[in-house]
Nanobody, 116 residues
Framework: QVQFVPSGGGQVQVGGSLTLSCVAS????????MAWYRQAPGRQHELVVN????????YYLDSVKGRFTISRDNAKKMLFLQMNNLKLEDTAVYYC?????????WGQGTQVTVSS
């Protein structure tokens, strides 16, 4: 069974930083494009950033460009998201998953709360 387990969320003040990590199990991680998604209260899931299986191509949501950086370690089956200069609107539950996610369950997320 494929599992993606994110961690590293927490509460920070506006302008702060967090680094999210995600460990994949049961997945051919190195052969899959991956992404970070988030779901803010009362909103649908949205793609924040994705990364090609070789790590050479990425796509960032406009609102996070210049602030968030995605990376991956295929040998360790891990995905990372460095988040700097966090804003109130970044508050959400963050998920790591394949890209595209498809219609399956979202699994476990990690809460990021940005406060003023």
């Amino acid at each position: 069974q494929v599992q993606f387990v994110p961690s590293g969320g927490g509460q920070v003040q506006v302008g702060g930083s967090l680094t999210l990590s995600c460990v994949a199990s049961g997945s051919a991680f190195s052969s899959e494009a991956m992404a970070w998604y988030r779901q803010a209260p009362g909103r649908q899931h949205e793609l924040v950033v994705n990364i090609a299986r070789d790590g050479l191509r990425t796509y960032y949501l406009d609102s996070v460009k210049g602030r968030f950086t995605i990376s991956r370690d295929n040998a360790k089956k891990m995905l990372f998201l460095q988040m700097n200069n966090l804003k109130l609107e970044d508050t959400a539950v963050y998920y790591c998953a394949r890209d595209p996610h498809g219609s399956g369950s979202w699994g476990q997320g990690t809460q990021v709360t940005v406060s003023s």
